[in-house]
């Protein structure tokens, strides 16, 4: 799938031509260098390995320099990725360098999702560095790389073989990045232990289909050395940043009561092997098949699953902006459907809703009807009793007229008997 | 600055460098220089490729100062055998291709030539076939980036550079010069020169340098290198002394002669012989050293960054294509679902 013309071929087709002179074309290789100076270079690198192999150190070592790093405790729940980007600079060249460290890493009981977190974080570096090529107004050459570009593997020293948690996590990674194997703490083996060791973990890679990144052999000026180290791999290290004597020099080294390790000791360990290939001869490689070769598949990957493709099933090209029009359409109709759904429901649910509070209001009506006939019943019975009322009173008072009367009536007649009386007690 | 992105289960601290960290410095060697011949390596066993276009009047020398920059013969008068001297009706565009090798960097060059330009009565539109073909090389370089397998190294014929042809008239510039300097300006560098320039005294350059630079300055047209995109201060310097001098009095040829008992490149007339490589002759040592010694890669740069970007900016808003819209991380109804009211 990947195009034919991996290596850079002489232009075919196009005949060459002498020069008569000295024309000035060949200081182009500088004018690139010294705009690159300018620019800055910039190199990102992981380091996956077991909580307290010696990632941290070997990277101080490794750069001759003191990183900030604090000591992770054993008991994180999951596994977490800790990116720290560094300014260094050497001569003319500045450095922007980018170390992410993987936090607790085979400290779990369960590690079957231990490779999960690093294969996400490798895939959104990917994923942001395409959205910013996908973008309209895109500024891709002030666009801070953040692809890992090298991924140092630390395998713990056990001298038997690799362990089964390396084995997947190093197989899910190999297509997306490039893998550098390193056995940590190699002071802990010795040099008979190390050499079988070494043999062990490269055909275990090999029966497992894992590809760990081999230094490229098309130059010929540094063919020789590459394929020497190749020969290396994986390179076994110790790092220190603490200074011992020796001789009369100051040396990286560890001590201990038997004997001092020193780091830059080609017969003690590989640091320097690795130190010359990860940064004084590959560097750009590893930035070369980072974007050409890892990236460009994630691309293809990403861009064949959203559907588009180069060519449609009758094999003619099928251009990018075909594609996205019957995707866009596709879209669209999708849209207007979702649109006329939502219209629906929200029709339904007004419909709903208006017959509740209809009801509602019936239910409302009937109930005030109800107590206005109360009312109004109440209302004539009081009347009624208020009638009776009026009645008794109006008759009471026409019998107390009458009482009266006849009182009075009587008082008279009284007199007047009283008076007859009297008046015949004289005869 | 410490930005803090937070995605599921992994948490990433980044701190912006610009900003909160200083230089770290290195107690001692690492080896972080031998990237620049790393790089090195690289360029020069990946080769180049470098367009050039020649537009003037026909008689101006192009093919020849052509040939005399790149010291072979370039151009393609030389590679047409029998070629018979014609003004065709319309411009046409000739693309010659060759691979030259200096010191083991290997530069595929293209000189593309466009006989017919200026020549007719009526030269209404002259430019419109050349704008064409600029924007027919972004467009072939767009579909090939946009392509989901691309090739390894995208195969670039984009014009980097453009050079044009003044005749020597001493006066100022003429109308077929002003328009089509402002057009293609905008998609192309171009590069102005003097040609024949042995027809003008010293004097009379001099004052015809300054009425181009002032007539260009009025009608807006903007030539390589182009003030905004200095990107620091010393190439600011150094380009403001290019401005200076520029167009270029050139004058090309490739016979050779003897002066002062060495063979140089000249014109040999009956009143001297005009040194082609002598700056008190002329400019054409200037040319080259700004087109081929200094300013190669800044000229693949400027059209690859800038008129190449603008041209995709310009075409991917005229197609509508705007990837955000889609949504790259997901399928776009599936971010649309989440705003799904409850009413």
Redo the contacts between chains.
């Keep these: ?3 034919s ?2 290596a ?1 071929q ?2 075919k087709g ?20 010294n ?4 620019q800055g ?1 910039c190199f990102n690198i992981l380091c996956i390995g077991e909580t307290g192999i010696g990632k941290s150190t070997l990277m101080d070592t ?6 900030e790093n604090f000591e992770s405790s054993h008991f994180e729940p ?19 360098l ?1 170390v ?1 460290n993987t936090v607790g890493f085979g400290d779990q009981m369960n590690k079957q999702e231990s490779y ?2 690093v294969v ?2 490798i895939d ?1 570096q990917f ?1 942001s560095f ?2 910013e090529e ?5 500024s ?2 002030n666009y801070h790389d953040s692809r890992v570009h090298a991924c140092l593997y630390f395998i713990s020293p056990s001298g038997h073989s690799l362990k089964s948690l390396d084995l997947v996590t190093m197989k899910k990674l190999d297509s997306k990045v490039n893998i550098i194997p390193v056995i940590a703490k190699a002071d802990t083996i010795s040099k008979s232990e190390l050499h079988k060791f070494k043999i062990k973990i490269m055909s275990e890679l090999v029966s497992n289909g894992v590809q760990i990144y081999q230094f490229p052999l ?2 010929e ?2 063919a020789k050395v590459n394929t020497a180290m190749n020969g290396h791999l994986p390179f076994a290290v110790v790092g220190s940043t603490e200074e011992v004597s020796v001789g009369n020099k100051m040396v990286k080294a560890r001590q201990y009561p038997w004997g001092v390790v020193q780091v830059e000791n080609e017969s003690h360990c590989d640091f320097v092997k690795l ?2 290939m990860l ?7 590893l930035r ?1 098949q980072t974007h ?1 070769h890892h990236y ?1 598949l994630y ?2 990957c ?3 699953e ?1 559907g ?3 060519t449609d099933p009758e094999c003619k090209p099928v ?3 075909q594609t ?1 029009e019957a ?2 359409q596709e ?1 669209l109709v ?2 207007q459907k ?1 649109e006329d759904e ?1 219209r629906q ?2 029709v339904q ?1 007004v419909k709903l809703k208006e017959s509740e509070l209809k009801e509602d209001e019936r239910e409302l009506q009937s109930r005030f009807e109800q107590l206005k006939r109360l009312h109004a019943d109440e209302k004539s019975a009081l009347e009624e009793k208020k009638r009776l009322l009026d009645e008794d009173q109006s008759s009471f008072g026409k019998r107390r007229a009458a009482a009266q009367l006849l009182q009075a009536q009587s008082l008279t007649a009284n007199g007047k008997k009283d008076k007859d009386r009297k008046n015949s007690g004289f005869m | 600055m410490w930005t803090l992105q937070s995605c599921g289960s992994v948490l990433t601290l980044s701190i912006n460098a610009d900003l909160a960290r200083p230089c770290t410095d290195l107690f001692g060697y690492v080896g972080i220089e031998a990237v620049l011949d790393q790089m090195r390596r690289k360029t020069i066993k990946a080769g180049l490729e470098f367009n050039i276009m020649v537009v003037g009047q026909s008689g101006l020398g192009k093919s020849t100062l052509v040939n005399t920059l790149f010291k072979s013969k370039v151009s393609r008068k030389s590679c047409t055998p029998n070629y018979e001297e014609k003004i065709s009706k319309t411009v046409k565009l000739h693309s010659v291709s060759h691979v030259i090798e200096e010191k083991g960097v290997k530069m595929k060059l293209t000189v593309i030539d466009t006989p017919g330009f200026g020549d007719q009565i009526n030269n209404d539109n002259c430019w419109e076939p050349i704008v064409k073909h600029v924007n027919e090389q972004y467009e072939k370089y767009l579909r090939e980036e946009l392509h989901i397998n691309r090739k390894r190294r995208i195969p670039d014929s984009r014009v980097h550079c453009c050079i044009y042809f003044l005749p020597a008239t001493g006066h100022r510039l003429r109308p077929i010069d002003v328009e089509f300097m402002k057009r293609l300006g905008k998609i192309v560098s171009i590069v102005p020169v003097i040609a024949k320039a042995d027809t003008l005294t010293i004097e009379e350059r001099q004052e015809f340098k300054e009425q181009i630079r002032q007539d260009l300055a009025a009608n807006g047209i903007r030539v390589y290198p182009q003030k905004e995109y200095d990107e620091d201060p010393e190439e600011r310097i150094l380009n403001d002394r290019i401005r200076e001098s520029i167009p270029f009095a050139v004058v090309g040829t490739d016979k050779e002669h003897q002066v002062n008992g060495n063979k140089v490149l000249g014109r040999k007339t009956k009143w001297g012989i005009i040194e082609v490589e002598n700056v008190a002759h002329c400019e054409f040592a200037n040319l080259r050293d700004l087109l081929i010694r200094s300013h190669l890669q800044d000229l693949k740069d400027v059209t690859h960054d800038i008129h190449y970007e603008t041209y995709r900016v310009r075409r991917l808003n005229e197609s509508n294509m705007n990837y955000s819209e889609l949504g790259l991380s997901t399928w776009p109804l599936e971010n649309k679902c989440e705003s799904d009211s409850h009413l």
């Design positions: 799938m990947a195009s013309d991996d850079p002489p232009y196009v005949r060459p031509l002498s020069l008569a002179g000295h024309v000035g074309f060949d200081s182009l290789p500088d004018q690139l260098v705009k690159s100076i300018c270079f490794l750069f001759n320099t003191n990183f999951q596994v977490k990725l800790r990116a720290q980007t560094y300014d260094l600079h050497e001569s003319n060249v500045r450095l922007r980018t992410v999960q977190p996400d974080y959104r994923e395409l959205q996908l973008k309209i107004k895109r891709l050459h098309d130059d000026t540094v130190r010359e940064i004084c001869i590959n560097m750009e490689d070369e050409t460009e691309r293809r990403k861009l064949e959203m588009f493709q180069d251009s990018l902006q996205y995707k866009r879209f999708e849209l979702r939502m429901m929200f649910r």
